[in-house]
């Protein structure tokens, strides 16, 4: 069975920062692509980051560029998403999202708030 379990988010103040945390079980976590996306209230889900299944090719949404950063840790079955100079209009639900050959899994979600 495979899961995906996102943590970390909170509320921050506008300019802080959060880290997410997608742990991956169930799952060969080194042979699938990751992905966060995000979804605000009566909006469609957005991507904003993957990250190859080495990590080696990353890309960004480029609402969010030289602000967040996506990573992984093979060894740990972890995805992470580093969240600085947060802005009002990055709260939102955060999915992490595996994807491999045409499976797809995805997360429960994580809620990001950011407000003062």
């Known amino acids: 069975q495979v899961q995906l379990v996102e943590s970390g988010g909170g509320l921050v103040q506008p300019g802080g920062s959060l880290r997410l945390s997608c742990a991956a079980s169930?799952?060969?976590?080194?042979?699938?692509?990751m992905s966060w996306y995000r979804q605000a209230p009566g909006k469609e889900r957005e991507l904003v980051a993957r990250i190859n299944s080495l990590g080696g090719t990353t890309d960004y949404a480029d609402s969010v560029k030289g602000r967040l950063t996506i990573s992984r840790d093979n060894a740990k079955n972890t995805l992470y998403l580093q969240m600085n100079a947060l802005k009002p209009e990055d709260t939102a639900g955060y999915y992490c999202?595996?994807?491999?050959?045409?499976?797809?899994?995805w997360g429960q979600g994580t809620q990001v708030t950011v407000s003062s």
């Open positions: 169930g799952l060969t976590f080194s042979a699938y692509a």
């Open positions: 999202r595996a994807d491999n050959r045409g499976r797809s899994y």
